[in-house]
């Protein structure tokens, strides 16, 4: 029935199999519509986020598909400016999946704030010395960036293609896409760097507070590096599922295996940064603040587990999985490693968001406890089907994976 | 972010000695800033209170036990003052001519960065529409506006009062507010009269000269936000409650 609207020689399921497909995440954005509809009306007493947990679910959310997301940008850096050719199979993927997570977040801030209708006093009224200002000058640009990155995919696809103008208005697209790649570059820099900076500026907080670099406390530059780190594995991850869903090769080992490596590089370099700013961290902001390492971790569930399983098991181990080829080659342990290697970013964001509030610092506060609300989990989901409605729409009707024909050629439609 | 000195620096120090923990405090600042009540003030992480009482104890058993309360109002901080940096559109700011750290609330888009950053929890967020029980409503001060739903509020050193104390004096032809001129409701209510307001720069006024009292101290010091809110106990163990300190690192007074 929609046939005329898949890519060039490649097939497809049928209509009715990709609407049952499609149901699930319907309901999850349904859920999440109900959840944001109720949080604009009634306003954010509907949350569990308190005067304690200011920033909660929503915010660990965003932070974490950003890092994720962040192999947009970086793929696009090393395809367009390094110009690293064998990533021009998996380049439109980490787009449409950056897309998804930038887009997503903005949608959800949207929500976050108490009075979304004066979301642009930030640009109005912009304090140039907070690190959220930065960020959402940066995340505003970059979102129109990757949403131009995007146009000329969509314009690829077989009927839209069919109109001239069109037409060569996606190739010229294409054509100064490095200019687009190297902008994204920029600005993605300086929006993860700066959520980082937003906690490690807070220096009444001990927990989250870090030594200046410059004028950037040292957590801009390792959420930086942790985003490059995890982003390319979660675009390895979103790839691979694709593949398995769809029972086809999509994307040729040469560029995973190029991604695997490389992340399992950045982590490992971006770990030994890590361990040498939370032993200065743990030897110089802590001390200061009349404090031990070990105040930080002996509230609820908050303990040091998190450092351990931070640095240690979701950091040093997907790293050297990763360095290592028989590793990385084997299926599952890049499937694992990749996995293993998010996990540890999202809960890098976790850690810096939740524990940081949860943890009192004067000394006769008492410790409060979080849990998500139905309709917290409910826009934090939205975003998961949102993000699994748009890729699958994308898979269906555009070239995501140029090369998925030449891959599958027994099974051409 | 240093800040410049200006002419004057409002602050306040409260006296631990003399504070019976009554709320008396509380209760005027509530009725003086028009503070909504949420429909069930047992919710103790939502509920708004600009100068919330902290009870603390020295952790001895009975006939030992000592008992103590932090009145908590926002702290003025004078250095790099935490929420004011962090701030996106500027809603918060600190007058560099007076000290006061104000909130400017129509401006606030309620991204609560302000309260995440801020270390006294101090800063107080609408989840809800403001609510003033039947009548309450007609106890409303004209000159403090009432907050709308999703923005943040916080203690403003009873800043209308400042204003109504400059135009008395303008219009009786002075250029300076004398000494307790201008000072805040929980100042005025306290019966204990533990809390002293005034201008720390005026090396006469009663306020700087408390502030520079041997137990005077303030609220997680070592961290230098410099706040303009000062205690006073003769207790050890009060003064060790305000700040972290390493075993052995605290010297008493």
Known sequence: MDSALFPEGVKRCSPKVFLL?????????AWGGLSAFLCLW????????????????WIVFDLAVIALGAGAFFTGFLTYVIGRKELKSIINAAVIIGFICYSGAVAMLGID?????????????????SMLTEVSFCISAYLGVLAIEYIPIILENRQIEKVPHLRLFGHNLHHIMGVFAATGTFLSFFHQGSLGGMFGVMYARPFAERWDFYVWPTTFFLFVFSAIAAGPCFTILCTKLTEAISRKKLVPDNAVQFLARLSGWLL????????????????????????????????????????????????????????????????????VACLMNCTGIVLNRFVFIIATLAIPV????????????????????????YGFLLFSVSYRYLPVFPKEQELNPAMNG | MKATEGKYKYGMVINLDKCTGCGTCTVACAAENNLSVIRDETDKQRTISWM???????????????VSYFPRPCMHCHNHTPCVSVCPPTATKMDYNNGIVSQIYTRCIGCRYCQAACPYQARYFNWWDGHFPKGTERYLSPEVSVRMRGVVEKCSFCHHRLMRAKEQAYAEDRRELEDGEYITACT????????????????????AKLSKHPQAFRL??????????????????????????????FQPV
């Open chain 1, 21 to 29: 497909w499609t149901l699930p995440w319907l309901a999850l954005l």
């Open chain 1, 42 to 57: 009634k306003g954010l007493n509907q949350t569990n986020m308190s005067n304690i947990f200011a920033f909660a679910i």
């Open chain 1, 113 to 129: 704030i108490g009075q979304p209708i004066r979301g642009w006093f930030i640009f109005w009224h912009a304090n140039v010395h």
């Open chain 1, 268 to 335: 490992s370099g971006y770990l030994v940064l890590k361990i040498i700013d939370t032993a200065v961290w743990a030897n110089t902001t802590v001390p200061n603040a009349g404090l031990g390492l070990m105040d930080f971790y002996r509230e609820g569930p908050y303990g040091i587990w998190m450092l351990i399983a931070e640095i240690g098991i979701f950091g040093i181990v997907p790293a050297v999985m990763l360095m290592i080829p028989q590793v990385r080659q084997n299926p599952a342990g890049l499937i």
């Open chain 1, 362 to 385: 004067m000394p006769f506060a008492r410790f409060w406890s979080y849990l998500p609300t139905w309709q917290e989990w409910g826009i934090a989901m939205a975003l998961v089907g």
């Open chain 2, 52 to 66: 919330q009482l902290f009870k603390v104890t020295n952790g001895k058993p009975f006939p030992d036990t000592e």
């Open chain 2, 188 to 207: 005025e209510v306290c019966p204990a009269e533990a809390i002293t307001f005034g201008d720390l720069n005026d090396p006469d006024s009663k306020v």
């Open chain 2, 220 to 249: 997680l010091e070592r961290i230098g936000t410099e706040p303009k809110v000062y205690y006073i106990s003769s207790k050890d163990w009060v003064r060790r409650m305000a700040d972290n300190y390493h075993p052995n690192e």
